[in-house]
């Protein structure tokens, strides 16, 4: 079965940055894609990016563009979201996403809170 853990999510100020980690675990095959996705109060589940299994391919919400980079190491079976000069709106709880032969796996949620 595959799991996700969720690790980086905090309090920060405006303007700072977090790194959020995910670690995958209960597969072995290279072939798969992971993202990120967020969930603000009230709002439905988004896509914030995403990442092909070679890592060349990578899609971002407009958001955030030019903020946050997303990235994966496949010998540990992670992916990271670096998330720079962030914003009050990008307070929500982010979702560690992974789809493996047309299965899709979450993972439990990550909280950023980002306020003064």
Not at 20 to 31: D, I, N, R
Not at 47 to 54: G, P
Not at 79 to 87: A, V
């Amino acid at each position: 079965q595959v799991q996700l853990v969720e690790s980086g999510g905090g309090l920060v100020q405006p303007g700072g940055s977090l790194r959020l980690s995910c670690t995958a675990s209960g597969f072995t095959s290279s072939s798969y894609a992971m993202g990120w996705y967020i969930q603000a109060p009230g709002k439905e589940r988004e896509l914030v990016a995403v990442i092909s299994s070679t890592g060349g391919s990578t899609r971002y919400a407009d958001s955030v563009k030019g903020r946050f980079t997303v990235f994966r190491d496949d010998a540990q079976k992670t992916i990271d979201l670096e998330m720079n000069n962030l914003k009050p709106e990008d307070t929500a709880v982010y979702y560690c996403w992974l789809a493996l032969r047309n299965k899709e796996t979450w993972g439990q949620g990550t909280q950023v809170t980002v306020t003064s």
